[in-house]
């Protein structure tokens, strides 16, 4: 589904942010992605749908070339689900607009339509009473699972998750988590970028960690959890997961 | 000090000010403002665009536009555009524009200076991660503008963009300079026909005093209204 291959990335000719990054996501798969910060990896997961460039390598989704400049990439993006760390709803429109939107506008889906799969949206992320509020009348986590159900309106193929937890209050967290595992056993193709390593371990099939731009260890959960075999990613593990 | 002052005057000219002077006034506020605001937000998505070549004419423009007194570039702008608009078409003589559709370009250019540095602070005060958003839902870049980026910058910019109106209705006045009867052309028309020169600026100042005032407190009404909840 996702296939990246010998990614470079530079923010200036001296400053190298990905270093020849390989990888892939298959379909059905859930793959976490986790390493320290600064390691690269929220600017990794936004490659994948373009909205980062990057200057050497390829990255293809479902076939299609990202990083082709032939390549129409509102399509392609349109079928690229992302949830960000802040959100980013739409501060003037109304949640049910919100996820109306880009129905209307990038699917031509008429208004009916896409009330109708909004509403069985918020519904499933147990939001239906707040169609009418404003993003800002809500929860960080409200919030956080309408910007999910955004991005499921457009029927995506595969889901991209940009640490979706990591603005949110303590106690906001599993009502999020929640519903990407839900989402996980329905069999979406996910790649998330989380420090939450229960969520790694309850859904993810593989572990991606990362560490000054490099893919440093790409396991499958069982190995990355019993046995790193990378120092920094052991050391990682053990800071993060001894409290 | 008030005994040998005639306010009837400003009664029995009451009909010719408003009627003649204030409707003009109105009309060319409105007309310009409106054009400001369209070719001042082409500017600013100009200047904020990624093409160098772009951005670089809309700052030049916009330098050129605020180094000038505006009342220089009315009154250049009324003597130059016959000659020029002669040496665009191949025309024998110069080309007449009229006094109305000369101010109106004048003012449509300048306000648009001053609109696009409003509406650049307006579109850069949208976090980046708000377009970013909205083209990771497979919007373009211009439905991402048209409807994420710039009804937030509009909204947030309201207030400045309606202040700034207000300035332009008490700029119109300067279109004095080329005779037409606005309203402080008119008021100022009066005042010389009648010898009431007194009079007639002081109810002239009354009247942009009154309606700059109001229409201040009106955007203030508006602004509470329209905010965006944050």
Known sequence: ?243 | MFSNLDFDVIRRALPYLFYEGMTFTLTLTALAGLGGLIFGTAIALMRLSGYKVLGRIAGVYVDFMRSLPLVLVIFWFYFLVPYIGQWITGASRPISVGAFASSLITFIMFEAAYFSEIMRAGIQSISRGQPAAANALGLTYAQTMRYVVLPQAFRNMLPVLLTQTIVLFQDTSLVYVLSIPDFLGAASKVAQRDGRLVEMYLFAAVVYFTISCVASFGVRRLQARIAIIR
Request: hydrophobic share 40%.
């Open chain 1, 1 to 243: 589904m996702i296939e990246i291959s010998h990614v470079n990335k530079w923010y200036s000719p001296t400053f190298q942010v990905l270093t020849d990054c390989t990888t892939s996501v298959t379909k059905g798969e859930v793959v976490v992605v986790c390493g320290p910060s600064g390691s690269g990896k929220s600017t990794l997961i936004k490659c994948v749908n373009a909205l980062e460039p990057f200057q050497e390598g390829d990255i293809s989704v479902d076939g299609t070339k990202v990083n082709d400049p032939k390549t129409n990439l509102p399509k392609l993006r349109s079928r690229v689900g992302m949830v960000f760390q802040h959100f980013e709803l739409f501060p003037h429109l109304k949640i049910i607009d919100n996820l109306c939107l880009a129905q209307q506008k990038v699917l031509d889906r008429s208004r009916d339509k896409a009330v109708a799969k909004a509403e069985q949206l918020l519904e499933r992320v147990g939001l239906k009473e707040q169609a009418q509020k404003f993003p800002a009348q809500l929860s960080g986590g409200q919030q956080q699972r309408v910007a999910i159900a955004r991005a499921l309106a457009m029927d995506p193929i595969v889901m991209l998750f940009d640490e979706p937890t990591s603005a949110l209050d303590p106690e906001m967290v599993s009502e999020v988590l929640d519903v990407m595992v839900d989402l996980a056993h329905e069999g979406m193709t996910m790649m998330v970028v989380t420090h939450e390593m229960g969520f790694a371990r309850k859904v993810a099939n593989r572990v991606i960690f990362m560490d000054r731009g490099e893919i440093v260890e790409d396991a499958d959960k069982e190995d990355f959890f019993g046995k790193p075999r990378s120092d920094r990613a052991q050391k990682f593990l053990s800071k993060i997961l001894s409290h």
